[in-house]
């Protein structure tokens, strides 16, 4: 049976063909990425709750990129550059903590990262500008940066991309703690670009955006961790599920 | 009490959000709030090239509006005001058909009951007002809903549901012409236009030609995650 990958979606004021109203949608280079990958994509909107009853049915999650992650799930005040969606973060979060209940692989990207580091305990650098004194992780609004990253070696993300790799960059926040993650990846400056947790089936986050430079090893990497045997947990979760 | 996990087929567009202008999988809110707001969990469905092995992480499936249906499936050429997407059409019908051997409840909304009848073997008027001579169906040049009466087949679903007849919103331009082997249960008394099918034969394969998900009144997605909930009760392994 083709595996199943979930990606959060984001929930935004649209517009396509005679329409212009509130939708959830997805970048359909996400889609593309995960179907390259050999799995079936499906994507998780918010509201509905039922973060357990979701994870069930899949075998891998990717939280996706967009708006910023709320200041408030780690106990700070907001900047005024910071633009946040409450409804996606309480989807996201609890799809988060059901899949790391049961050990199920996860990709974060971009927002997806940060959102991880949250989730460990970690805290995010709300305006990275103003930290490092550049513009180069966001060059301007709808333009992409590109700069090397730099990873550790042994982590599972220098075993996809190699110890040193040329990425694309469109964010700014960055985390600046990472709670209980492993930092695996910096840029030139230092802000970090991976992390992961090497005690889990496949805990991922990167900085930047695979999926819109069609770079499928990270999603096939996630996919193959998804067809490796599961933990207890998970294995009786399936046996439940039937 | 876990809910059921209702699929939702998507639209993929070119879509504009914030600064964003990209190739997207959208969907309207309203049809993910519709299913949520009537005890339903839903996840989305893209329609590149899907895997029918994914119906079987899902309870129930909704096929949504959108574009008009590519009129080469029934044999005939594009009307000058068809706006077609080939392949969501196939993607589509490859998922139906699938749900319907499944015996996966189904929803078929506008768009998403006409590819019903063309699964079954029916057939679509392509521009209604060719044919009825009005645009009752579709008032407006832009988004905006007409409004007219359905009634309801004595003994069917839609008016066990329903009623004997309810004021339904209306944006359409094509309609069913031949249901195939679909059973027609609704009707716009005006112009005898087919408004809803059913197939008896099944848990839940019903489809209508206006938009419940963009009205308040959500009483066919509960009776749609109702049979869902059924079916996976019952596919559920005995403890």
New interface residues.
């Given amino acids: 049976m083709t595996p199943v990958i979930g990606i959060s979606c984001y929930v935004e004021r649209a517009r396509w063909g005679p329409w212009d109203r509130s939708a959830a949608l997805i970048p359909y280079t996400y889609v593309n990425v995960v179907a390259a990958a050999g799995a079936c994509p499906i994507l998780l909107p918010p509201g509905g709750g039922q973060a357990s009853t979701v994870i069930d049915r899949l075998d891998g999650l990717v939280l996706a990129g967009g708006a910023d992650v709320g200041p408030d799930l780690y106990a700070a005040q907001p900047h005024a550059e910071t633009v946040t969606r409450p409804d996606r973060d309480a989807n996201e979060m609890a799809l988060l903590r059901a899949a790391l209940a049961v050990d199920l692989p996860v990709l974060g990207v971009c927002r997806g990262m940060q959102l991880l580091a949250v989730a460990y305990g970690g805290a995010l650098d709300q305006h990275l500008p103003e930290s490092v004194g550049h513009p180069g992780h966001l060059p301007e609004p709808g333009v992409f940066g590109a700069h090397p990253a730099t990873f550790a070696p042994g982590s599972r993300v220098a075993a996809i991309f190699g110890p040193v790799s040329e990425v694309n960059s469109y964010h700014h926040q960055s985390i600046a703690d990472p709670g209980r993650l492993a930092v695996t990846g910096w840029a030139g400056d230092g802000v970090i670009e991976a992390v992961e947790d090497p005690a889990m089936r496949f805990v991922l986050g990167v900085q930047w955006h695979p999926e819109e430079a069609a770079d499928v090893r990270p999603f096939a990497a996630l996919v193959a961790a998804a067809g490796a045997p599961a933990g207890a947990a998970a294995r009786a979760r399936r046996a439940v599920a039937g | 009490m ?2 059921p ?1 209702i ?1 939702i087929m ?11 202008d ?9 049809y ?2 519709g ?2 707001e009537s005890g ?7 329609p ?4 029918t ?2 119906l ?3 309870d129930g499936i909704v096929f949504a509006g959108g ?1 008009d249906i590519d009129p080469t499936l029934f044999g005939e050429r594009a009307h000058p005001a068809a ?1 077609v997407k080939p392949d969501r059409d196939a993607a589509e019908l490859l998922m139906m058909r699938a749900a319907i051997e499944a015996d996966l409840p189904i929803f078929g909304i506008c768009r998403g009951m006409q590819l019903m009848a063309v699964a079954y073997g029916g057939w679509l008027h392509q521009h209604l007002p060719d044919v009825l001579g009005t645009d009752y169906h579709r008032p407006a040049a ?2 905006k809903f007409g409004q007219h009466p359905v009634r309801f087949a004595p003994g069917s679903k839609c008016q066990e549901i329903l009623g004997d007849e309810v004021i339904v919103n209306s944006f359409h331009h094509q309609g069913i012409a031949d249901p195939g082997r679909l059973t027609p249960v609704g009707w716009s008394p005006q112009d005898g236009l087919i408004e809803a099918t059913e197939d008896p034969a099944k848990t839940f394969v019903l489809g209508v030609q206006w938009h419940p998900e963009d009205s308040t009144d959500f009483r066919l997605f509960a009776a749609h995650i109702e049979a869902a909930r059924a079916r996976r009760d019952r ?3 005995v403890p």
């Fill in positions: 876990s809910r996990v699929g998507t639209y993929a567009e070119e879509a504009q959000f914030g600064l964003v990209t190739f997207a999988a959208v969907l309207p809110l309203s993910v709030h299913v949520h339903g969990r839903a996840v989305l469905i893209t590149d090239d899907p895997d092995d994914i079987e992480r899902i574009s706006h832009g988004p596919h559920a392994p």
